[in-house]
C-alpha cells in the first residue's frame, strides 16, 4: 500500500542545511496500523507529509496503493490525496467558524461528491465516531477529545485507504487518547491503513508494528 525507496530530504535556508530524512526504505502493507516513533525533529512529521502527498522527496521513489508518484504538480496527484488520504493531526486543524457537520463536510465538497452522498457519509462518520450529538456545535464548545473525534470523522468520511495520524493524542490526557487510539483501531479492523506517529510508548505498542527514526535514519 505504501512504499518508499531511498527517500532524502534535506531543510534548506541561507544559514544552514537540515537533513530531516536520509535514505528511507519503508513499506507499509495493506490493511497494517503502524507506528512511527523518534525523538523530536528526528524526521517523522517529515517522513508523514511525504507518504500524504504535502512534501516532495529531494531524492527518492513513492509508490501509494502500487502506484508510483511521479510529479506533485499535476492534477492527477492531487486527487489521489484528496481521495487516498486522510490526515488527523495534533492540533485538529477544525475551523473555528464552522460547525462540526460543515468541518466533516467540506473535503468532501471540494471532491465534489453530490449533496445526498455528502450527508450521508458525514453522518456515518460522526457517528462511527459518537458526535450525531454534536454535530451542530462549533469547535470552541467541545472538549479536546471530542475536537479529536471531529477531526477523524473528517479524515474517514471520505472512506480513505489510508489514514495518516501526526500525534493524534498529543493534546489529550492518557485515558481519551486510548479512546481516540481504540477508534483508530477499529478503523484498522475494517480494512483502513494506518500509519502514526506518536511519542507514546504504551500505544504505539498496542499498534501491529513500530518504526523507530533518529536523525532522519530508520533505527528499528
Do not use: W
Not at 116 to 124: G, H, I, Q, W
Not at 153 to 165: E, F, Q, S, T, V
Amino acid at each position: 500500500m505504501i512504499k518508499l525507496e531511498n527517500i532524502s530530504k534535506v531543510y534548506r535556508t541561507k544559514e544552514i542545511e537540515t537533513l530531516a530524512l536520509d535514505n528511507i526504505n519503508f513499506d507499509v502493507r495493506e490493511g497494517e496500523f503502524v507506528s512511527i516513533m523518534g525523538p523530536s525533529g528526528c524526521g517523522k512529521s517529515t517522513m508523514l507529509n511525504i507518504i500524504g502527498l504535502l512534501d516532495e522527496p529531494d531524492k527518492g521513489n513513492i509508490h501509494l496503493d502500487k502506484q508510483e508518484i511521479l510529479t506533485y504538480e499535476d492534477k492527477k496527484t492531487a486527487r489521489m490525496r484528496n481521495q487516498l488520504v486522510g490526515f488527523i493531526f495534533q492540533s485538529f486543524h477544525l475551523i473555528k467558524e464552522l460547525n462540526i457537520y460543515d468541518n466533516v463536510e467540506l473535503p468532501l465538497i471540494y471532491r465534489k461528491t453530490p449533496s445526498a452522498e455528502r450527508k450521508k457519509r458525514v453522518l456515518e462518520a460522526l457517528e462511527k465516531v459518537g458526535l450525531t450529538n454534536r454535530m451542530s456545535h462549533y469547535p470552541g464548545q467541545l472538549s479536546g477529545g471530542q475536537c479529536q473525534r471531529a477531526a477523524i470523522a473528517r479524515a474517514i468520511a471520505g472512506n480513505p485507504k489510508i489514514i495518516l495520524a501526526d500525534e493524534p493524542t498529543g493534546n489529550l490526557d492518557s485515558k481519551i487518547g486510548h479512546e481516540v487510539v481504540d477508534i483508530l483501531a477499529d478503523l484498522n479492523k475494517k480494512g483502513t491503513t494506518i500509519v502514526m506517529v506518536t511519542h507514546d510508548e504504551m500505544l504505539a505498542k498496542s499498534t501491529h508494528r513500530i518504526v523507530r527514526l533518529f536523525d532522519g535514519r530508520l533505527v528499528g
